[in-house]
């Protein structure tokens, strides 16, 4: 009787190991065939074969693969389900999953939607992971004006010298990039910065400000420190000299009118046709000068 036991616990064993192994190699024919389906672009066919295989896992009380879940997740996000498709991603990297597709995909969908932080987190979380990365170059991109976006601008200041070769000197980013060592009091690297800009694009608001405000700046302050030269010791001598000095300063004057003229053209700012006002009244230009006087007053209502 006993033997006859051992036999039966043994054919109920041997039962039980094989439909655990058929079931087994189910799952994993399942799994491939969600591959299959995938790699054909049928993502609703693969995401239920992955859907399949989670279950298979979870209902065993078992932890399925963070790859499985974020292979699941992209077949959500291409079929436009892609709220479903965050929730995939995130038990991915739960897992300690993650690959460059699945954070590409997690940055498109947080930069469509306005989500900068979490947007920032995986911008991060790929730059760190695949700095060799298919999109490396977008990435850096983007987190240099997500920074900026977010008035990290000791981050940006960082993550500029990380931009590609072909992104540093382009007019948007190097906008930026000024404003950014501006709010970071790098005044010297902001006006460098600025004369790129120009040398660029001379029509540029930034740019063009800059070698406008610095050519008239420096000949006011030549201007008025001869008067006050003059005003210490007021001599017919001295006022002789004070005339040539302010003789030669009408060339630089007028090169500085002709930046604030391009830039009043192009922008309309009161306060350029107030500076406007100023450099006709040194070249005594009287009528121009109560012109732009007038133009940057505030219009009435």
Not at 70 to 89: D, I, P, T, V
Not at 107 to 128: D, F, K
Not at 187 to 207: M, S, T, V
Not at 215 to 227: I, L
């Amino acid at each position: 009787m006993k033997q006859l036991f051992q036999i039966l616990f043994l054919i109920v064993a041997l039962q039980t190991s094989s439909c655990v192994f058929l079931a087994q190699r189910k799952i994993e024919n399942t799994r491939k065939d969600a591959d299959l389906y995938y790699y054909q672009k049928d993502y609703e066919s693969a995401l239920e074969s992955y859907q399949q295989v989670i279950n298979f896992y979870t209902q065993k009380g078992q932890d399925p693969e963070g790859v499985i879940y974020a292979s699941a997740a992209k077949c959500l996000y291409y079929q436009g389900l892609k709220s479903r498709a965050m929730e995939y991603f995130h038990t991915a990297l739960n897992k300690n999953y993650e690959d460059e597709l699945s954070l590409y995909l997690m940055i498109q969908y947080y930069n469509e939607t306005g989500s900068l932080g979490e947007e920032i987190q995986c911008l991060e979380r790929y730059s760190s992971a695949f700095s060799d990365g298919m999109d490396i170059k977008y990435v850096r991109e983007r987190l240099f004006t997500a920074y900026y976006e977010r008035e990290n601008y000791r981050k940006a200041y960082d993550a500029y010298e990380e931009l590609p070769e072909e992104s540093i000197d382009r007019i948007d980013i190097l906008e930026k990039y000024y404003h950014v060592n501006e709010k970071l009091s790098k005044f010297d690297k902001a006006n460098e910065i600025a004369q790129k800009i120009y040398n660029l694009d001379p029509n540029n608001l930034i740019g063009l400000n800059y070698v406008a405000y610095n050519a008239f700046s420096r000949t006011e302050a030549d201007y008025e420190a001869a008067q006050k030269a003059y005003a210490q010791k007021k001599t017919k001598a001295n006022y002789k000299i004070l005339r040539q000095k302010i003789s030669a300063l009408n060339p630089r004057y007028k090169t500085a009118k002709n930046y604030y003229l391009r830039l009043y053209t192009l922008y309309k700012r009161p306060d350029d046709a107030a500076v406007l006002a100023i450099i006709c009244t040194r070249l005594g230009e009287t009528q121009n000068a109560a012109y732009y006087n007038r133009l940057s007053k505030p219009k009435k209502k």
